[in-house]
């Protein structure tokens, strides 16, 4: 089954930051990024879809809550259909799940990425996202240890 990820900034930034990138295509068959995104963060991988977003009004109507990246990323997730949005955001998150989107963070993306045998733990990722100022709040990554099997 092929699996369709939005990715907003956060997730690409701090996996580049590792020299971790790879990580996101092996786990999802396509992953489109929007154009707000890739401007913001300046990176253009070879398997990556970038792509503008068409509805224009739905991303003014979102950018008055949360900043444009975050704003294009739920709105190419709403164009795109039945995807997963790769979001770190709380608010932005909150938002995506309002709208009925399928909504994981960083964080949910190591955890599929371990259950599909593209990395064998995700606290050694962890640990090298947070040596590089990638801010996860330690319940959260206690979490996701416990869901990995790692605590």
Do not use: H, Y
Not at 23 to 44: D, H, K, R, Y
Not at 62 to 70: A, F, N, S, V, W
Not at 74 to 91: K, M, S, T, Y
Not at 92 to 117: C, D, E, N, P
Request: hydrophobic residues 50%.
């Amino acid at each position: 089954m092929s699996e369709i990820a939005v990715t907003n900034s956060t997730c690409l930034i701090g996996l580049e930051r590792i020299g971790r990138l790879e990580i996101l295509p092996q786990v999802f068959s396509s992953i489109f990024i929007p154009l707000a995104v890739q401007t913001e963060v300046g990176i253009n991988p070879n398997w990556a879809i970038i792509q503008s977003v068409t509805n224009l009004a739905v991303v003014a109507a979102l950018k008055t809550q949360i900043d444009p990246g975050e704003a294009e990323a739920i709105a190419l997730a709403i164009e795109l259909g039945d995807v997963f949005l790769i979001l770190d955001d709380r608010n932005g998150r909150r938002i995506a799940q309002q709208m009925g989107l399928k909504v994981i963070g960083t964080l949910g993306m190591l955890l599929r990425a371990k259950q599909k045998g593209v990395i064998s733990e995700i606290k050694p990722v962890v640990m090298e996202l947070e040596a590089v100022n990638f801010r996860i709040a330690p319940a959260l990554v206690q979490k996701a240890l416990n869901l990995a099997g790692e605590s």
